[in-house]
């Protein structure tokens, strides 16, 4: 017989806790107007690098911020203890908004995106002529990952000692990408190469990618020599680099106003995110010409109006020619 009032117990009532728990909640946020302005640096499994003014501060991403990523790169807001003292930890309230974000999946069939690094402007693609071999169909990938994200690219030839540049570039003249070529020898200790590199990323934030191997991080090492990371070699059984950078970690240039972000190694640069109808933006000269094209043109079909744009010669030709062969690179693997 079930008891009510003051003669009932423990065991005559059975009572779940709210699922809401017993304090009001509210959907209104504080502001953090107070907060303060900081960049991420680095990230290291769930913990955040983040310069602000002239020290650096750990931090972690507050609760209210939910699933939101916080890459390398970011401009945030921080609050909690701002000492940078050891064993200290500030918080991420917001994230600002990004004026760029580069982007990649693993494989052009996954859709989950994965943000490189944020507020870059500059993309320094890597790549070196020999030892291992040059990969043309990922540099056209990363390519179309510049100019969806609105980078510029710049093109970095390493080991001019061990293979001529020309044949790569003249695959590449059409699109008139700034580009730098370098040599081993020359980053052993010729300070002219390093600054004719420094002058190219003096006053931007670039990105470094390229494959393992191509001596990306000994390049970012000469460029910041207080800051070496580690090298590897390239495997003599399969030509590939082996991974020696893990994370991202974005470093000031001495003695220049600017930015380099060092990138792990990449063996595949996914676009599933890609847009195709995007990367037109990047030819000027050709765009105009796609108003007469059909509905949803690949630009790589019979009736494409770019074909009769170049023949009046407003283009010239090559430069159609490469961004087909942009536009065909998203549609096979860049794995060789």
Known sequence: MR???????EDDVRVRPSRRGTRPRTHLRPKHEDAAEGFVVTVDRGRFT???????????????LGR???????????VGDLSGAKDTLARIVRIETRS?????????????????VANADQLAIV????????????????????YDAGLDPLLILTKADL????????????????????????????????????????????????????????????????????TGQVNVVTGRGRHTTVSALALALPDAPGWVIDTPGVRSFGLHHVDPSRVIHAFPDLEPGTADCPRACSHDEPDCALDAWVAAGHAEPARLTSLRRLLASRERPDKS
């Open 163 to 230: 293979a001529p540049a020309e044949p790569l570039l003249e695959t590449y003249a059409p699109l008139g990408i700034r580009h730098v070529v370098t040599s081993a020898e020359e980053f052993g200790g010729d300070p002219a190469a390093v600054a004719r590199v420094r002058e190219l990323l003096t006053d931007r934030i670039t990105a470094f990618v390229g494959h393992s191997g191509v001596g990306k991080t000994t390049l970012v090492n000469a460029l910041v020599p207080d800051r070496r990371r580690a």
């Open 3 to 9: 008891r009510y009032g003051k003669h009932t117990d």
């Open 50 to 64: 983040c310069l602000v003014e002239d020290r650096m501060i750990t931090a972690m991403k507050a609760r209210e």
């Open 100 to 116: 760029s974000t580069l982007r990649r999946t693993a494989d052009d069939d996954d859709p989950f995106e994965r943000v490189v």
């Open 127 to 146: 790549t070196a002529l020999a030892d291992p071999e040059p990969r043309p169909r990922l540099i056209d990938r990363c390519l179309v990952a510049a």
């Open 68 to 78: 939101k990523s916080v890459v390398v790169g970011d401009r945030v807001a921080l």
